[in-house]
């Protein structure tokens, strides 16, 4: 069975949670936490709205809405409305071994160093094609223009008579 937490702002809570709900810079899922949050305040000033009436109101599942009271619970105001750091994986012993080893291992004919970041690719090894040679223009000298959409001439545009002159 899930626990339902009641929500009790603080004043300064409340004041915050108001303040990211009016302006138009706060991400879509920090604003409907905040607004979850003011929804659910049964403080002296807040509404003390049902779960159901708050789903109902932002389009949101109850599970959302029980998340976020039970984050304001454990951990704050912080925690409920902003996002979590990301974690970042970390590798396996034996593959972090095959990177450095690749890592370590010369550079490939022709090239003085590796790439940055190829040790990474060890693990993708698949034959790449080589970068075209940059070509030099002269200096004053015009960039070529990309390439345009071609279109027809205008002498070769048929002209369709309108409906009015046909007598439609």
């Not at 949050?37 to 509404?47: A, E, I, K, T």
């Not at 972090?96 to 190829?118: F, M, Y």
Request: hydrophobic residues 35%; contains cysteine.
């Amino acid at each position: 069975m899930a626990e339902n937490h009641v929500v009790t702002l603080k004043a300064k809570e409340r004041v915050e949670l108001r303040r990211m709900t009016s302006i138009g810079k706060t991400p879509a899922r920090n604003y409907v936490h905040a607004r979850i949050l003011l929804l659910c305040d049964s403080g002296s000033q807040g509404p003390a709205w049902p779960d159901k009436n708050v789903c109902e109101a932002l389009g949101i599942t109850r599970g959302t809405v029980g998340r976020v009271k039970t984050l304001f619970a454990e951990g704050g105001l912080d925690s409920a409305v902003e996002r979590k750091p990301h974690k970042h994986a970390k590798f396996a012993g034996d593959f972090e071994a095959s990177v450095l080893e690749t890592d370590r291992t010369p550079p490939p004919n022709g090239r003085a160093r590796r790439k940055a970041g190829i040790a990474m690719q060890a693990s993708k090894s698949r034959p790449r094609k080589a970068a075209k040679p940059a070509t030099e223009s002269k200096p004053g000298t015009p960039k070529p223009k990309a390439a345009t959409r071609r279109t027809a001439r205008p002498e070769a545009k048929a002209v369709k008579p309108s409906r009015v002159a046909r007598g439609r």
